[in-house]
């Protein structure tokens, strides 16, 4: 084992990676020679360095090489002979994106610190995702949390560590306390679960048993030899059967979610006009901040466009050395139009192949605009649309049909002229806008909405209600909603309220992690994260009927919750009194919410055995949203919250199931989550 190192969860690393190299560490105000090292039993990259020094493996959200660092290149100076040398890991911190910028000292140590870094991320979101790795998972929190406790090295925890002494010896090894966390984590509802379902041979449940519970408690619909296959997958060769490990193992594995797998990859139609989806869009996707002095910067477009999102804005002013990026007649920082394009073309097709529509709000003088319209064409190139793809086109293309395409949205000219009669006073106010960026407007031209009571210059439409006048014009026409401006802590509204009306293009702020932007990344998780959900048929189509379905029960039982972590508001020593908070989302209604009791002083294996009982009545299940929420229960101030998960009632898995659980920034718990069993009738 000389070529390589690894851990007891079989993760593998170069030894010079374990013991440190030189890299140099740059900053836009310095560069620094430090020595790097990777701890594979904690999952850290560390650092000599007077801050933090160090990141979790998991909180890793991207390493940069090659193209994706061309957008550093200027700010930092970066020569073509150290550009091959130079890697960047974004990752998070306290909620927080943040970047660290290396270069190797020659092109095999970058390479190996590369590779080595791709491969220990792919390990975390392997563990952080529960495929099959209970095993692992166990032994990688046990080897973080005795390292972390065990401060002084010494391999002995004394009982100012750890608060127990199982031996009574004052002190625990690591064999005393992997004892002794197995027996704090032992789980009776687990075991209760089992001994329930095992009846023929007690310690094993038999292939008939498991394939009882799978069809009649997760009401799965697998084909004969998929049952046989997936017992076996989980079962202890010894027994030659499956234990209550591997039942364990089983419940919390991929095998298992409860977001359906065939939903992660695409699976819609992708060959209707634009229209029929819904569309994942970004609102003010400059800023890192908040809406009057945050920071503006490409890495906004970065996460939003490798996070999903289809529709990107731009906002555009003038600047002293061409056109810049900023929220105007705000304190936000500017950036530089060209950086914003160039970041985008890099970046755009990373996560899905259909076309991004990119939102210009112009507010520039002709003589930029102009300079606007070349940088488009310069930098896009033969991925900007810039003509109609027939001349004899009865309705919009389809993502299918503009893949790897990046379409323009904006004012156009022509729609200017052709516009209902207006004032004198009014056509002064109309923007000019440069010819040469007005010919790059094609599919998306910008007109402001002032109603269904007036002729538009799409065509005219009969008396009816907002909402069905709304749902048939984006049968054909794409809306675009945003939020007002008003909304400074970039707080967002729920955006279900404005699908039901068949809006495509509902834009949100992501630089907080509200409800509004949970229900949105609960929908587009679907359809392989693509950036495009097909909308429910009778928003297609109105003249489908609407039968309202008869109402339906949808029962949630809270059983447990693993590893909650304490509040950013909880002092050292303080533990989380959780409960748990279930809400019903649907469409044009105020959120059902139910809770459980509170358990006091227990956020490491909280048990509740509650359940709580919905009644679902929608005329779309496609837009109804489930909602899990933890909170600690605070008796002097308002409650903290601990966690979130949202996710499509129409894509949950039935029966016992692990939920994942969100911070308050979005960023996934690695460890933490609830167990509950859920049923529909």
């Known amino acids: 084992m000389d070529q390589i190192y690894h851990n007891k969860q079989n993760v593998i690393i170069e030894p010079c990676l374990a013991e440190g190299t030189a890299l140099l560490k740059v900053s836009l105000d310095k560069k620094q020679e430090k020595i790097f090292r990777i701890d594979i039993d904690q999952g850290q990259v560390l650092w000599n360095s007077k801050k933090s020094g160090k990141i979790n493996i998991e909180n890793i959200k991207e390493i940069r090489v090659g193209d994706a660092i061309r957008g550093y290149k200027e700010p930092f100076k970066i020569s073509a002979d150290i550009e091959p040398r130079w890697f960047t890991i974004i990752y998070v911190d306290s909620g ?89 984590k032992k789980r009776d509802e687990l075991d209760k679960l089992f001994n329930s379902l095992a009846k023929e041979r007690g310690n094993i449940l038999t292939l008939q048993e498991f394939k009882g519970f799978l069809v009649g408690v997760q009401k799965c619909t697998l084909k004969e030899e998929e049952y046989d296959n997936l017992y076996h997958k989980f079962w202890d060769n010894d027994l030659k059967g499956m234990n209550l490990e591997g039942f364990s193992c089983f419940l919390m594995s991929s095998d298992n979610t409860i977001f359906a797998s065939e939903h992660a990859k695409v699976y819609q139609d992708m060959s209707q006009p634009l229209s029929h989806y819904f569309i994942d869009s970004s609102h003010n996707t400059y800023l890192l901040g908040n809406q009057l002095a945050g920071k503006s910067s490409v890495e906004g477009y970065i996460r939003a466009i490798r996070e999903g999102a289809r529709c990107v804005e731009i ?4 600047g002293p050395d061409g056109p810049v990026v900023f929220h105007g007649h705000t304190l936000t920082t500017k950036i530089k139009f060209q950086d914003v394009i160039s970041s985008i073309r890099t970046h ?118 907002d909402k069905d006048a709304l749902i048939q014009h984006n049968t054909c026409h794409l809306t675009r909603i945003y939020p007002m401006g008003v909304r400074v802590n970039s707080s967002n509204y729920e955006p279900h309220h404005q699908w039901i009306a068949g809006n495509q293009l509902v834009a949100l702020n992501s630089q ?76 044009g209604a105020e959120a059902t919410k139910k809770r459980t009791k509170t358990i006091s002083d227990n956020g490491f294996n909280p048990t509740w055995n509650e359940t709580l009982k919905f009644t679902l009545n929608c005329e779309e299940i496609d837009l109804v949203f489930l909602r899990f929420v933890v909170w600690d229960k605070d008796l002097i101030s308002s409650n903290d919250l601990i966690a979130s998960y949202c996710i499509l009632v129409s894509r949950l898995q039935f029966g016992y199931r692990y939920v994942p659980l969100n911070d308050v920034t979005g960023e996934l718990y690695p460890f933490a989550s609830l167990f509950i069993r859920s049923s529909l009738e």
């Open 512 to 587: 907080i992690f509200d409800r509004g932007m949970q229900i949105s990344q609960a929908m587009f998780s679907v359809n392989g994260g693509c950036g495009y959900v097909l909308k429910p048929e009778r928003l297609c189509n109105p003249k489908i009927s609407n039968k309202n379905p008869p109402a339906q029960t949808l029962t949630i039982e809270i059983i447990s919750a693993q590893q909650l972590p304490k509040t950013k508001n909880s002092s050292k020593r303080e533990i989380v009194d959780p409960f748990v908070e279930v809400e019903l989302l649907i469409p």
């Open 348 to 465: 755009a097709f990373k996560s899905s192949p259909y076309p991004l529509i990119v939102s210009l709000e112009v507010h520039c003088s002709i003589e930029q605009q102009n300079q606007i319209a070349s940088i488009l064409l310069d930098t896009l190139g033969d991925c900007l649309v810039t003509k109609f793809l027939s001349e004899n086109e009865t309705e919009l293309p389809s993502p299918e049909n503009l893949s790897y395409k990046i379409i323009l949205k904006g004012h156009n000219t022509t729609i200017d002229a052709s516009d209902v009669e207006t004032s004198k006073e009014k056509k002064a106010e109309k923007k000019k806008i440069a010819k040469a960026l007005s010919d790059l407007i094609v599919y998306c031209a910008s007109v402001k909405f002032e109603g269904f009571d007036r002729e538009c210059f799409y065509r005219p439409y009969e008396k009816k209600s």
């Open 96 to 184: 927080k994106y943040k970047t660290l910028h290396l270069i190797a000292p020659t092109l095999e140590l970058f390479n190996i610190w590369v590779d080595n870094l791709k491969n220990l991320y792919l390990h975390s979101i392997d563990m952080i995702g529960g495929l099959d790795q209970l095993r692992k998972r166990d032994s990688l929190w046990l080897n973080r949390y005795w390292k972390q406790a065990d401060k002084d090295g010494k391999s002995k925890l004394g009982y100012d560590d750890v608060e127990a002494d199982v031996n009574k010896n004052g002190s625990l090894d690591f064999t005393d306390f992997q004892q002794f966390v197995k027996l704090i």
């Open 315 to 318: 906002d555009c002013w003038d």
